[in-house]
């Protein structure tokens, strides 16, 4: 599914990510931990293109295609999706619209027709309710004015509505209280699929209670400096990050 | 050398104007308004040409005008289906059409007489009540001082529109009023003018409409409107500018607010060659209440310029305005809005906000929002922002695989669609809709999401339902 080979990347002129590889099959879920500042939200800017992460080494194969080599908009049409950290607030573009944009896009990329718009408009109320997210938020700005844990929700909303390949959750679960920690990991685990893959990248492991990954990979300086199964997170949890970054280094 | 030429040459500008209004004067089909247009004339003379260097002119240039534009416009036209021009489906309007400032009976409705406690009358079939109506109120509000086109516009009117509304009378439906514009034989001038009184707790939903056909147009068009709202009535007002691009615009709208009177305003304008738009309103007496939106979207090389004077004279009075603007290529736009809050207008509460969106480095915009304030005990908040599309929020669409190109346009749209939507004439705002974002591109597929009235409508029942 993803391949991420010996991947170096700058923001703004400093070396951020130094050499990361990960491999990521169908059906898996790796969780991605690590300290502030080892990298974590730039590998999920990087992935999805984002200007100004420039790329300065390595490769990354997506579903046997170079994925560095594709726009922001054709990675997404691919099936990459990544849940922001901080949804951005867009007043005046209505969450319906922008929603229908987004599954036409990747419908006409795999040269089906646009969606319908009545089976469009079922089909959104029906994913709003399944992450307890009032009907009201479809006609309201993209993100205007909902509280963090509604911007939360509407983005598995939108993973939802998208069906991606792979998603990528970065830091899905910060500022979540428990209530909505558990409807997002609900949210998620209604897509688990043996086609698709999930990276969740979190600082913390609670979410990982919800969300059980098959992997763990601790990231730390811009490299993965130990991997495991899930019982690495609780490790981490109690002895905190220090031992792994002082035996990398 | 060029500098002296162009002085000149404006120079003959208020020449060949003074000519028409003193052949105004002489062929007039309205002699009993000899003092108004006059008085107009004097000041209009009075005042000196505008150059860079006249703070209300200062950003926006007068070179298009020409002295040879002192012609009538032909009457004699003929525009294949005009209809298309400026029908809104749906609107259910009692229609006012002229086309080159004449009036033009069969595009209009045939009901227009018709509608009890509404009056629609050209000045020269005024009867002597009407007659005494228009000389009380014509060209008091304007204060012609502050613009001398509405000055020359005063010193040549002959033939504007007087439109009353009596006492605690509710006009349902709306009054579509309609400027056409066509390409002329020789370059012309069309000044038209039009008086609205609004009687005790009468309402009234107005909307001035400048059309044009596609041709270029040579013609300088000057349009003064007035409007009296009296105690406790409302005017709904909406005026837009879609003419094409060559059009040449000086205009203004100038209203009058007593005690508890309310004045709504949705004002849209799209770019001209030179299109210049003065608002004011006084808040006369105490209780009135004054609420604008105004969007403004030149592109190419077009130009828009919006001056908004607002004075607070009374106790009490409330203001709320908004404007934005969007400027495409190298086009050019100024908002210059000023809220004026004299001593005795203690209690008041007034809010400006111009935000303005760039969408290329050659796109200029000037504004400048002003607050005087002489009252003491007030609430007035005024701000203006000028930015660029924003990356982040293009990168969240993008990132959910919508091309560049449509999230520009949707974030685009989505700067005006606030204000779009907060008119009540539904009609009228789905007529609006694909018009403004076809201001953005002509590829339809780019805009068939925003445009996908499905969405709309049922996202808006969803939301009643919800």
Known sequence: MLTIKNLHANVEDKNILKGLNLDVKPGEIHAIMGPNGAGKSTLGNVLSGREGYEVTGGDVTFDGKNLLEMETEERARE???????????IPGVSNLEFLKASVDAAREHRGEEPMDSVAFLKLAREKCKAVNLDQNFLKRGVNEGFSGGEKKRNEI???????PKLCILDETDSGLDIDALQVVAEGVNSQRDPNRSFIVVTHYQRLLDYIVPDYVHVLADGKIVKSGGKELALELEEKGYGWIENGAA | MSNVAKAVELHEFSE???????????????PWLADVREKGLATFKRMPFPTRKTEAWKYTSLRALSAENFHRPAQQFSIANA???????????????FVNGEFNAELSSPELLSTSGLNIIQFADANESQQKTIKTHLANVSETERNLFTALNAGLIDNGLLITVDKKVRIERPVQLVHISSQQPENASVFA????????QAELTLIEQFVSTHETLNTIFNQTSEFIIGDAAKLNHYRLHLEDESSIHLGGV??????????ESYQLALGGKVKRLDVLVNHNQPGSHCEMKGVYLPKHEQQV????????????????????????????????????????????????????LLLSNQAEI?????????????????????????????????????????????????????????????ALRDKLRPLLAQQFTSNAALTRHLLDKALAGEGQAQGVEA
Do not use: W
């Open chain 1, 79 to 89: 099936g990459l999706f990544l849940a922001f950290q901080y949804p951005v607030e």
């Open chain 1, 157 to 163: 909303m939108q993973m939802m509505m998208l069906e």
């Open chain 2, 16 to 30: 060949q104007a003074v000519s028409l209004a003193s052949n105004t004067q002489q062929n007039s089909k309205t």
């Open chain 2, 83 to 97: 209809e298309a021009l400026f029908e809104v489906e749906g609107l259910e309007a009692l229609r006012v059409v």
């Open chain 2, 193 to 200: 003018r039009c008086l609205v009184v609004l009687e005790q």
């Open chain 2, 254 to 263: 100038y209203v009058d607010l007593n005690r508890d009177s309310q004045f």
């Open chain 2, 305 to 356: 310029d919006f001056h908004t004077y607002i004075e607070h004279k009374a106790a009490h009075c409330t203001t709320d305005e908004v404007y934005r603007g969007i400027m495409a290529d190298k086009s050019k736009a100024v908002f210059n809005g000023r809220i004026h809050i004299h001593p005795d207008a203690q209690k008041t509460l007034a809010e400006l906000s111009n935000k303005n």
């Open chain 2, 366 to 426: 000037n504004t400048k929002p002003e607050l005087e304030i002489y009252a003491d005990d007030v609430r007035c908040a005024h701000g203006a922002t000028v930015a660029q599309l924003d990356a982040k929020a293009r990168f969240y669409l993008q990132s959910r695989g919508i091309s560049r190109q449509e999230a520009e346009i949707m974030l685009s749209f989505g700067f005006i669609n606030e204000l779009l939507d907060a008119m009540p004439l539904v």
